[in-house]
T-cell receptor, first 112, second 113 residues
Framework: EADIYQTPRYLVIGTGKKITLECSQT?????MYWYQQDPGMELHLIHY???????EKGDLSSESTVSRIRTEHFPLTLESARPSHTSQYLC???????????FGSGTRLTVV | KNQVEQSPQSLIILEGKNCTLQ??????????LRWYKQDTGRGPVSLTI?????NTKSNGRYTATLDADTKQSSLHITASQLSDSASYIC????????????FGAGTRLTVKP
């Protein structure tokens, strides 16, 4: 059973719409991450957080924003979606003791 | 150039056959290396983790090897099953005390009956 949940699993929206991708984890992990993954390509870090009220941009430039008001919740928002935002978005978390990530099932976003 | 290179990009094998996937990395300093399995439409799930001092680690039909001197790792799958069809991603953690992860692009494995 997954300990990190992403919703929705699939989303098709029109250009210009505002969307929020949800990510929640029940493991009490301090560190959470958002990755973008295109088919056949490596994951790219777009945002991360090391705790409540802590957010940072990752390696890949992104027009999205994130917030971390609660430990378990790390939503990602696109204010105005564009076709170039079409991708799979993966949320992950880790604790200080962990040497790797627990990933969510991902959100497949299509902007038309 | 990606610091984690995987080969082949894709692979098709028959059910019951063995296969080996390769991962070469230039990440430094090295902390550990993980192999993940990612089913279509799902998030990656960890298969094995290897640190600098480990050469081989098994998880059921999956066996990972690591040569820290040549900076190479392999994932060997024995007696493949249809459910092994997935992408296999090599991830190298850089440094200690942080979560600086470098991802390979993955190998897409298809097992056919």
């Amino acid at each position: 059973e997954a300990d990190i949940y992403q919703t929705p699993r699939y989303l098709v929206i029109g250009t210009g719409k505002k969307i929020t991708l949800e990510c929640s984890q029940t493991m009490g992990h301090d560190k959470m991450y958002w990755y973008q993954q295109d088919p056949g390509m490596e994951l790219h870090l777009i945002h991360y957080s090391y705790g409540v009220n802590s957010t940072e941009k990752g390696d890949l430039s992104s027009e999205s924003t994130v917030s971390r008001i609660r430990t378990e919740h790390f939503p990602l928002t696109l204010e105005s979606a564009r076709p170039s935002h079409t991708s799979q978005y993966l949320c992950a978390s880790s604790s200080p003791e962990m040497t790797g990530y627990t990933f969510g099932s991902g959100t497949r976003l299509t902007v038309v | 150039k990606n610091q984690v290179e995987q080969s082949p990009q894709s692979l098709i094998i028959l059910e019951g056959k063995n296969c080996t996937l390769q991962c070469n990395y230039t990440v430094s300093p090295f902390s550990n290396l993980r192999w993940y399995k990612q089913d279509t439409g799902r998030g990656p799930v960890s298969l094995t983790i290897m640190t600098f001092s480990e050469n081989t680690k098994s998880n059921g039909r999956y066996t990972a090897t690591l040569d820290a001197d040549t900076k190479q790792s392999s994932l060997h799958i024995t007696a493949s099953q249809l459910s092994d069809s997935a992408s296999y991603i090599c991830v190298v953690r850089r440094g200690v005390g942080n979560n600086d992860m470098r991802f390979g692009a993955g190998t897409r494995l298809t097992v056919k009956p």
